[in-house]
C-alpha cells in the first residue's frame, strides 16, 4: 500500500495544495464541458492558473512586508505568546500525520463533491491551501482523541467532516457575500467564514444609518487617497514609520537594526517605509490577480454547473472580495489587529491565569486577509461603522478561539503555533471535545456533528439564501431614500440655474 499513500501525498501535496493548479484544471474541465476548442481549453486554463499565481505573488510580497512588522510590534512591545499561523502548524504536523492527512485530503475532496451534486449546498470549494490545513488540523484532532491505532478509522471521519465543513460554510456565508458582489456567480471559500458572518452581523445592527467606506469624499487636497493603492500604502507607512522610532528609541541599537538587517538608524527608517510601500505594491497584484481569476474562471464554471454538479457556484479565497471594498479591507485590517490586542489583553489579565489559555499574539498576516474580508463584509450591511466593528469582532474571534483550540491539539499544542483562522477554532475544538467522550461515543458524537450541519445548512440554503433574503435591507432603503433626497435636490438645483439662464437670454 506504500504506493497508494504517495499517489496520494502527491495528489494532496503537489496538486490540491497548489491553488493555482487546482484552478487551471478546473477551468479546463469547465471548458471541455463547454466544447471549446484545444486552445480556447489551454489558453483560459493557463490563464485562470496565472491568475492564481499572480494572487499568491501579491499575497507573498503582503507576508514579506508584514513580517518584518510584527517582529518589530513584538519587540517594541515585549509581548510573548503564539502566534497562529497555518502555514508553520501544517509543517510541524505533516511530520508525523502527514500520510493520514493526505488520505483525509483527498477522500474529502471527494465527498466535498459528492455533496454538492446531490445536495441543495452547490458549492465546490477551490481554496487549496485551506483544504490542506483543516484536514491537517482534522488529522491531528482526530488522531489525539482516537488513538494512533485507529488510523483508518480517523481518515474515514476526517473525510467526511473536511468534505462537510467545504460546502456548508460557503452556505452559511453566502446571503453576505452575494450582498458584496452583487450578483450569485461565486461563494467564499475560506477558513475564516465565522468571523465574516459575525462582521457582516455586527455592521448590520450597528451601522444602519452609515454610509459605504467607498463613498468616503476626501477633500480637494486629499482627493488623491481615493486610489486605494495610495491610501493603502500612505497607511502602512504611517503604521511602519510609528513602530520603527519607537524601536530606536525603545530597543538597543543592534537589536532593532538587526530586524531590518541594516547598518544605521536612517537605513533602519528607509527600510521601513520601503516595506511599507512594498505592502501597497502586494495589495495592488493581489487585486489584478482576482480580476484576472474571475475573468476565466466564472464562465468555465458554467460548465462544470451544467455537466458535473448542476448549479454549482466556486467557493474562492477571500481576497476576491477586496476589489469590493478597498477602503474597507483597509479598515477592516486595521479594526481586526486592535481587536486582537484587546484580546491578548484580556488573555493575559484573566483568561490565562483563570484557565491557562496561552497568550495569542496577534500576527500582521491573518489579520490583514481574514480582518480585511471582514471588513468588506460589514461594510456590505454597516456602512463605514460595520467595517470597523466588523473588523473589531474578527480580531477578537481569532485571537480567542485559536486560545482554546491549542487544548485539544495534544503534544502538537506545545508549539509555538497554532492554526489562525477562525473555523479551524470553533470546528476543532468542537470536534475535539465531543472525542474526550470516549471513542465510541466519540465517534458517534462527530458523526452526528456532521448530519447537524448539513441539515442545519440545506434548511439555511432552502429557507434563506434560495428566498433571496437579503441582510442589511433596513440600511439599503434609508441609502436609496438619502440618495433619492440628493437626487431631487441636484434637480432642483439644475432647474434653478436653467431658469437663471433663461432669465439672463432674455
Known amino acids: 500500500m506504500e504506493w497508494l499513500v504517495v499517489v496520494l501525498n502527491f495528489i494532496g501535496q503537489h496538486i490540491l495544495n497548489v491553488p493555482a493548479y487546482l484552478i487551471g484544471i478546473i477551468t479546463a474541465v469547465g471548458l471541455v464541458a463547454l466544447r471549446r476548442n484545444a486552445g480556447q481549453v489551454v489558453g483560459g486554463a493557463l490563464k485562470a492558473a496565472l491568475g492564481f499565481l499572480i494572487l499568491g505573488a501579491g499575497a507573498t510580497v503582503v507576508v514579506g512586508s508584514l513580517t518584518p512588522l510584527g517582529t518589530l510590534i513584538l519587540a517594541v512591545t515585549g509581548a510573548q505568546g503564539v502566534i497562529p499561523t497555518n502555514e508553520v502548524i501544517t509543517a510541524i504536523a505533516q511530520k508525523d500525520f502527514g500520510a493520514q492527512s493526505a488520505y483525509v485530503l483527498t477522500l474529502g475532496f471527494l465527498v466535498m463533491l459528492a455533496l454538492a451534486r446531490f445536495t441543495p449546498l452547490k458549492y465546490v470549494f477551490l481554496t487549496g491551501h485551506h483544504m490542506v490545513f483543516m484536514a491537517t488540523m482534522l488529522t491531528v ?218 497568550l495569542i499574539l496577534p500576527g500582521m498576516v491573518p489579520h490583514f486577509f481574514t480582518g480585511g474580508g471582514a471588513g468588506v463584509y460589514g461594510n456590505a450591511t454597516g456602512g463605514r461603522r460595520g467595517a470597523m466593528l466588523g473588523g473589531f469582532v474578527n480580531g477578537v474571534v481569532i485571537t480567542l478561539l485559536p486560545a482554546i483550540l491549542l487544548l485539544v491539539l495534544g503534544q502538537l499544542g506545545f508549539s509555538n503555533s497554532t492554526f489562525g483562522d477562525a473555523d479551524f477554532g470553533w470546528f476543532g475544538t468542537l470536534i475535539g471535545v465531543s472525542l474526550r467522550t470516549g471513542t465510541t461515543a466519540g465517534v458517534v458524537l462527530t458523526i452526528l456533528i456532521a448530519v447537524v450541519l448539513v441539515s442545519a445548512a440545506i434548511v439555511f440554503q432552502r429557507k434563506v439564501v434560495d428566498t433571496g433574503w437579503v441582510p442589511g435591507s433596513n440600511r439599503d432603503g434609508w441609502l436609496a431614500g438619502i440618495k433619492a433626497v440628493e437626487k431631487a435636490r441636484l434637480d432642483s438645483e439644475k432647474a434653478q440655474q436653467a431658469r437663471v439662464k433663461a432669465d439672463l437670454a432674455r
Not at 517605509?273 to 505594491?281: D, K, N
Not at 502586494?282 to 454538479?309: C, D, H, N, S
Request: charged fraction near 10%.
Open 141 to 358: 484532532v482526530l488522531s489525539v482523541g482516537l488513538g494512533e491505532s485507529l488510523s483508518w478509522l480517523v481518515v474515514v471521519i476526517g473525510a467526511v467532516l473536511l468534505g462537510v465543513i467545504m460546502v456548508v460554510m460557503p452556505a452559511f456565508a453566502h446571503p453576505w457575500t452575494k450582498k458584496i458582489t452583487g450578483n450569485d456567480t461565486i461563494a467564499i471559500g475560506h477558513f475564516g467564514t465565522l468571523g465574516y458572518i459575525a462582521a457582516g452581523a455586527a455592521g448590520q445592527a450597528a451601522g444602519r444609518r452609515s454610509k459605504s467606506t467607498e463613498e468616503i469624499k476626501f477633500p480637494q487636497g486629499l482627493k488623491f487617497l481615493r486610489d486605494s493603492m495610495v491610501a493603502t500604502s500612505l497607511s502602512m507607512v504611517l503604521i511602519y514609520m510609528v513602530f520603527a522610532i519607537w524601536g530606536l528609541i525603545a530597543l538597543p541599537l543592534d537589536k532593532a537594526l538587526a530586524i531590518f538587517d541594516v547598518a544605521d538608524g536612517a537605513a533602519f527608517i528607509m527600510a521601513g517605509f520601503s516595506q511599507a510601500l512594498q505592502f501597497g505594491v502586494g495589495v495592488a497584484i493581489i487585486l489584478y490577480g482576482v480580476r484576472t481569476v474571475l475573468g476565466e474562471l466564472v464562465p468555465a464554471f458554467q460548465g462544470i454547473a451544467e455537466k458535473v454538479v448542476p448549479g454549482a457556484k466556486p467557493a474562492l479565497d477571500i481576497p476576491i472580495v477586496f476589489p469590493f471594498g478597498a477602503n474597507a479591507a483597509l479598515i477592516g485590517f486595521l479594526s481586526s489587529f486592535a481587536g486582537g490586542l484587546i484580546a491578548l489583553g484580556l488573555l493575559a489579565v484573566w483568561l490565562n491565569p483563570a484557565f491557562g489559555l496561552a
